[in-house]
């Protein structure tokens, strides 16, 4: 890699991880890493250019092909969960990438987190590729490549320290921008305090927030309501400066903790809070597929080899994403509500319930 190259990446990568909350396509088509030849395995990925940069980097050192599938310049989960990285993407991408041409089998790895939008049998049914869900992070690719096999630790989904933050700065970045190009125009002094301070209650939100009990909202705004009122007053801020210092957290939390129907990672969806829609499986129909143990990220279920079942052993940790139910070639996956009340499989998979509340779905 040239040196320009590296700078440029980087610069990208700031940029991207500051304004990640909008779209950032970059060109769909084939992608070589090292030296593949006709048995090197296929990979396929979204067209977010921060993702296939980061996957082509955490790829170095392999020989693999990189299909890039045309959705929207969207990451996987977001994508794959909106519709935009659903089986048609996958299969058109597999037509006309011109993969086919370069290899002898017809295996495809997918990200784990695509498995809520792309169904992997109506992909064999439409152009014969075998679908398999990969790790969830791009990280864990070459072990996974090496060995064939999903440890535990590459098939969950947690929310790290690391994650946080970039997540605090994508809130962040346009926020300041806001705040602080309001504060130029009307208080120049105060455009890096409140910066400053936006920053900090992003940060406090992705890092602290989930930990903070029922009352979180209140104890946010309340904390830097307090913090700012106090710096602008100790550094002798007029009125207009003391009304700015405490609206502005207001504000922020409200930003920051909306509930985003299920979008953020902070919050569920408020018709999820009232439904309360359970996972359940049938255990009748189940035959040990082992699909959902694949693709949940959040191991709930437990592989019964003896019977050639699963059992949802944690369903407490259910988020309610819908890839088992999705990937089930059984129907032995649905949600259920206390009443009785069920949305069927085949729903799931056409209206990609994962967020709840977001797309109108009527139980059935
Ligand atoms: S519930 Fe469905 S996907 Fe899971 S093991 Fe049983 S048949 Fe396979
Ligand atoms: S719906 Fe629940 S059990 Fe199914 S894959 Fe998602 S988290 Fe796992």
């Known amino acids: 890699m040239t040196a320009a190259t590296i700078v440029r990446n980087s610069v990208l990568e700031v940029l991207q991880t500051a304004f990640r909350l909008v779209p950032w396509p970059t060109e769909a088509g084939l992608r070589s890493v ?37 959705t929207r310049g969207i990451n996987v989960w977001c994508a794959a969960a909106g519709g935009h990285m659903s089986t048609h993407q996958v299969v058109s991408a597999l037509k006309t990438s011109g993969v086919a041409d370069r290899v002898r089998h017809r295996n495809v ?63 962040a970045a346009p926020a300041s921008i806001v705040f602080g190009g309001l504060a130029l125009f009307f208080a ?45 007053l100790l550094f002798g801020g007029g009125l207009a400066a003391a009304a700015t210092a405490a609206f502005t957290p207001l504000l922020m939390t409200a930003v920051l903790t909306f509930d985003y129907e299920g979008t953020t990672p902070l919050e569920g969806g408020s018709h999820f809070e009232q439904r309360k829609w359970t996972i359940t499986l049938d255990s009748e129909r189940c035959e040990g597929v082992y699909r959902c143990w694949e693709v949940c990220p959040e191991a709930c279920f437990e592989k019964l ?51 709840f509340g977001q797309r109108s779905v009527k139980a059935l």
């Open 188 to 232: 120049p002094a105060w455009a890096l305090p409140l910066c400053a301070l936006v920053t900090a209650m992003a940060v406090a939100a992705f890092t602290v927030f989930d930990r903070l009990g029922a009352h979180r909202r209140a104890i946010l705004a309340a904390a830097f309501t307090a913090i700012s009122l106090g710096v602008t």
């Open 305 to 355: 080899e003896d019977t050639r079942k699963v059992e949802l052993a944690h369903d407490d940790r259910c988020i309610r994403c819908g890839a088992c139910v999705v990937q089930c070639p059984q129907d032995a996956l649905f949600f259920e509500d206390s009443d009785g009340a069920r949305i069927e499989p085949d729903v799931i998979r056409t209206y990609k319930l994962n967020l």
């Open 34 to 70: 090292g030296s593949p030849d006709e048995s090197s395995p296929v990979l396929l990925t979204c067209n977010y250019d921060l993702t296939v940069r980061r996957l082509l980097a955490a790829l170095e050192g392999c020989d693999a092909w990189v299909v890039v599938a045309a």
């Open 109 to 171: 790895i997918l990200p784990q987190l695509a498995a809520t939008g792309v169904l992997a049998l109506d992909v064999f049914r439409r152009c014969r590729w075998r679908v398999r869900f990969g790790p969830v992070a791009a990280a864990d690719l070459p072990a996974y490549l090496g060995t064939g096999e999903k440890t535990d630790e590459m098939r969950r989904v947690t929310f790290p320290l690391s994650d946080r933050l970039q997540m605090a700065a994508s809130w």
